[in-house]
């Protein structure tokens, strides 16, 4: 049980095959409440509740501060505390660079870069009375390869964002007691990914990883897991490559 008694708020954890669900369930079975956030149209409190008792589902925008406030308010009335938040919520597009629309760009960074703004600001407050708190960043391997699997420059541009936004945040923040780090999945099996890559596609792109597969979304959970409990207690700023070896850099 690495994480008894603690609140751990994901957002974007509420679709069942997502990275953000499986690391509810891994984080609910090591002994955490866990607080899912997550649009309307993914219904997070049936998603909580699949997790068993003590355990919330909340509607919120990571888009909309307010609406991040409003959801972790209600977390601290349910629960005291936020001992974890793992910016989890992300959209994608694959497109080129001269297709990207205004509205595209505005939507890609806004989900990914705003909304791990937005929510760290709003668990931050909680975290600095605790003087203690862990937050878990998920960016992506197409931040640091220059995309060219799946999303478009946007998308890695939003990760690299992320990347740089996690380390400033860690470095103000450490003498706190509140640790920032980053997760840079590979390529996950997920609803993300859905029907959107041939199967000779990802052969060919197996072939290039050295675990000889792709990802699965409780590998990342498990590093979600590390990071979040006290086994990284002196890791703040990092970034922890989840991919299988395709980018050994
Ligand atoms: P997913 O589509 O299953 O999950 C994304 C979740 O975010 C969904 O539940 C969705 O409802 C939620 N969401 C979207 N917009 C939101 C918003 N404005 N506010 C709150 N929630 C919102 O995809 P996934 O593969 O589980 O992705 C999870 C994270 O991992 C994303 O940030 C994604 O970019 C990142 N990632 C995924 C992969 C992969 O290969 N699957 C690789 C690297 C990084």
Redesign the pocket.
């Known amino acids: 049980m690495l994480l008894r008694d603690k609140v751990a708020v994901i957002?974007?954890?509420?679709?069942l095959?997502?990275?953000?669900?499986?690391t509810a369930r891994q984080m609910a079975a090591h002994g955490a409440r866990v607080v899912i956030?997550?649009?309307e149209?993914?219904d997070?409190a049936s998603?909580a509740s699949r997790l068993g008792d003590g355990h919330l589902g909340v509607v919120?925008?990571?888009?909309?501060k307010a609406?991040c406030d409003a959801a972790i308010e209600q977390a601290l009335k349910a629960y005291g505390r936020i001992d974890v938040l793992v910016?989890?919520?992300?959209?994608?597009q694959p497109v080129k660079t001269l297709e990207i629309t205004r509205a595209d760009y505005d939507r890609i960074l806004?989900?990914?870069l705003r909304?791990t703004l937005h929510m760290s600001q709003s668990v931050l407050p909680a975290m600095r009375r605790q003087q203690a708190g862990s937050i878990v960043c998920?960016?992506?391997?197409?931040a640091q390869r220059g995309g060219g699997?799946?999303?478009g420059p946007h998308?890695s541009a939003?990760?690299a964002g992320?990347l740089g936004l996690a380390r400033a945040m860690a470095r103000e923040f450490g003498i706190e007691g509140i640790r920032v780090n980053c997760?840079?999945?590979?390529?996950?099996?997920?609803?993300?990914?859905?029907g959107k890559l041939s199967p000779e596609r990802k052969d060919a792109i197996t072939e290039t990883i050295p675990l000889n597969r792709?990802?699965r979304?409780d590998d990342?959970a498990g590093a979600c897991v590390f990071l979040a409990s006290d086994l990284s207690v002196y890791c703040t700023g990092i970034t922890l490559d989840v991919n299988g070896g395709m980018l050994i850099h």
Not at 11 to 15: L, M, S, V, Y
Not at 17 to 22: K, T
Not at 183 to 194: F, H, K, R, V, Y
């Open positions: 957002t974007g954890g509420a679709g095959n997502g990275l953000g669900f499986a956030v997550d649009l149209r993914a997070p998603a919120g925008d990571v888009t909309d609406a910016n989890n919520a992300g959209i994608t806004d989900v990914s909304g998920i960016s992506s391997v197409s699997i799946f999303g998308y939003a990760k992320v997760i840079t999945p590979g390529l996950i099996e997920t609803d993300i990914t859905q792709l990802g979304a990342v």
